[in-house]
């Protein structure tokens, strides 16, 4: 199959202080956040200026990916938009279709299934091309990646820096964290017939490749960056927390791996290198985070073998039993009901 284009499909982020509340209006729009979560996460950016990293995080990963695009010869330009904030993916798939792009690929800046990290995306999808009308572009979203090799290996260098950092001092442990969701929403995610929980059960199986890769026996897989209201149970226990509970057990030190996400933007910097690093400070243990998979050379790499999955009918390279799911045209679900919205309260 022939295709015009890529379309970078991620978060967003604000770009300076008056960014910062109109963006997280976007985020929580019809979400049920509280607005005392909201000031308080405003702050978060306000640290760094009012910027996330995401965007220019993003503009650089695409500069990579459009690198290995012209070495390999494939002639495919890389287009950049965004759930919540500028460039919007809305504009994106305008400017897609006035320059008559009609077959495009979506690279979605997340490797696990679920609400939040796969159908919202395609809800993202679908919304764009609605938004364009008639001349839309079809667009075909790239699969998940949380089992492919090449994501992998690169979470499992990152860990092993982190650790070289702490001078591979013994006793230290490996903590893995992704995005905590509510508890309902866990358990919608995947197809219904899947029995549920696919975004915590593949948030497991990232991490037990990436130990597996480096011959970790001990890990633990925890959550971070809740913003629900504390009645509703979210993904437990929270990275903090666990710092505490690590040093009633005297772990003398962690390494931080954020397997839930491909890049060190704010949720990142702020939850983790900030809050999870002071409290392990406080309890005088050491602390290293290992960085986003997505300034390694290999994930512009795995970006490119996932396209040619499409435009030469590479096969799929994963490492787990999951299926191959996210891969779906103009923001349909992987299937009936697969990774449903939950009603807000
Ligand atoms: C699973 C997941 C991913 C991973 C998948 C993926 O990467 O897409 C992710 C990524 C991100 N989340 C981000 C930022 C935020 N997420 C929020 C709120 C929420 N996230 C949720 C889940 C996830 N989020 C959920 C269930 C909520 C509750 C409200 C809702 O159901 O929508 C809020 C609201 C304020 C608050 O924190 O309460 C903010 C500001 C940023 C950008 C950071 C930057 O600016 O650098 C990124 C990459
Ligand atoms: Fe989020």
């Known amino acids: 199959m022939r295709y015009d284009a890529l379309l970078w499909l991620s978060f967003g982020g604000p770009e300076g202080p008056e960014d910062v509340l109109p963006f997280l209006e976007n985020v929580t729009r019809g979400r049920g956040v509280p607005r005392e979560r909201l000031e308080a996460v405003a702050e978060h950016y306000h640290h760094f200026g009012g910027v996330s990293p995401i965007n220019a995080l993003n503009r650089a990963a695409i500069a990579a990916v459009e690198a290995r695009l012209a070495d390999e010869g494939l002639d495919l330009p890389v287009v950049f938009g965004n759930r919540n904030w500028d460039p919007y993916v809305e504009d994106a798939v305008a400017g897609l279709a006035a320059s008559g792009a009609r077959e495009v690929l979506v690279f979605p800046t ?62 230290v442990r490996t903590v893995f964290t992704a995005h905590s969701v509510p508890e309902a929403a866990d358990v919608a995610s995947g197809p219904p017939d899947e029995g549920g929980r696919r975004y915590s059960r593949q948030i497991g199986e990232a991490a037990r490749l990436v130990a597996a890769e480096i011959g970790l026996a001990d890990y633990d897989v925890v959550w971070q960056s809740r913003s629900g209201p504390p009645r509703i149970p979210w993904l437990e226990p929270d990275i903090v927390d666990h710092i505490d509970a690590l040093h009633d057990k005297g772990v003398p030190g962690v390494v931080v791996c954020p397997i839930g996400f491909v890049s060190d933007h704010l949720e990142v910097v702020w939850d983790l290198d900030n809050e999870a690093a002071e409290r392990a400070a406080e309890h005088g243990m050491a602390f290293a985070r290992s960085t986003g998979p997505d300034t390694d050379p290999r994930f512009a790499e795995m970006v490119v073998e996932l396209i040619r999955e499409h435009t030469d009918g590479a096969p799929a390279r994963k490492l787990s039993d999951f299926p191959a799911a996210g891969c779906t045209v103009d923001g349909a679900p992987c299937a009936v009901a697969c990774c449903a919205p939950q009603r807000r309260p």
């Open 110 to 171: 997340s490797a696990f299934g679920g609400y939040s990290a796969c159908r919202q995306y395609d809800e993202d999808i679908a919304r764009a091309r609605a938004a364009c009308g008639a001349g839309a572009p079809r667009l075909v979203k790239l699969r998940q990646f949380f089992d492919h090799p090449l994501f992998v290996a690169s979470v499992a260098d990152a860990v092993r820096a982190a650790h070289a950092s702490l001078g591979d001092a013994p006793g």
